[in-house]
T-cell receptor
Framework: AQSVTQLDSHVSVSEGTPVLLRCNYS??????LFWYVQHPNKGLQLLLK??????LVKGINGFEAEFKKSETSFHLTKPSAHMSDAAEYFC???????????FGAGTILRVKS | EAQVTQNPRYLITVTGKKLTVTCSQN?????MSWYRQDPGLGLRQIYY???????DKGDVPEGYKVSRKEKRNFPLILESPSPNPTSLYFC??????????????FGPGTRLTVT
């Protein structure tokens, strides 16, 4: 079985400073990992995905994540936060068949002006 | 426009009343899935379907039923849901066949309140 732990329920940063959202996963096989973003009262949008190709994955809006097997981590980063980044972010792991997604509890990102 | 649609978007009902939330996608995707979102728990999978007439339970199937008679539609049926069904529900679909891990496309959500 797989599981995901998002280490921070809330993160607050100032506009223009780096963003780090932390995610650890557990999986008995080589995982597929995703980051989704949910803006207030909106659906979910895929930011990026890791599927055993390059360990550094680039996504939309300047976000990227690095897969570290030794640390079982898939942290999301962005060099410079923008006000529009304020949202809830979910780290997700997929089963080996691509049918079951397990979501982390979410991290709410607040961006201060 | 490629999209997943859900209806209704908001629903208030009473305990014990059967209801159906519809989900439709126009991307010819084989795979569809239902999730519920509760504060502090993220999204949890209710049921998924790999193709017409092929469905399977997710992590929280109790109180729900699904059917997949057409490729584009995947309705969620709440008969006597337990525990509390008040939640935000999302339908999703993805392309690719068995074992593929393409991204899932999510609908806008249905907010259900049961009194």
């Amino acid at each position: 079985a797989q599981s995901v732990t998002q280490l921070d329920s809330h993160v607050s940063v100032s506009e223009g400073t780096p963003v780090l959202l932390r995610c650890n996963y557990s999986s008995s096989y080589s995982p597929s990992l995703f980051w989704y973003v949910q803006h207030p009262n909106k659906g979910l949008q895929l930011l990026l995905k890791y599927t055993s190709a390059a360990t550094l994955v680039k996504g939309i809006n300047g976000f990227e994540a690095e897969f570290k097997k030794s640390e079982t981590s898939f942290h999301l980063t962005k060099p410079s936060a923008h006000m529009s980044d304020a949202a809830e972010y979910f780290c997700v792991v997929s089963d080996q068949y691509g049918n079951k997604l397990v979501f982390g509890a979410g991290t709410i990102l607040r961006v201060k002006s | 426009e490629a999209q997943v649609t859900q209806n209704p978007r908001y629903l208030i009902t009473v305990t014990g009343k059967k209801l159906t939330v519809t989900c439709s996608q126009n991307m010819n995707h084989e795979y569809m899935s239902w999730y519920r979102q509760d504060p502090g728990l993220g999204l949890r999978q209710i049921y998924y379907s790999m193709n017409v007439e092929v469905t399977d339970k997710g992590d929280v199937p109790e109180g729900y039923k699904v059917s997949r008679k057409e490729k584009r539609n995947f309705p969620l049926i709440l008969e006597s849901p337990s525990p509390n069904p008040t939640s935000l529900y999302f339908c999703a679909s993805r392309g690719g066949g068995y074992g593929e891990t393409y991204e899932q496309y999510f609908g806008p959500g249905t907010r259900l309140t049961v009194t």
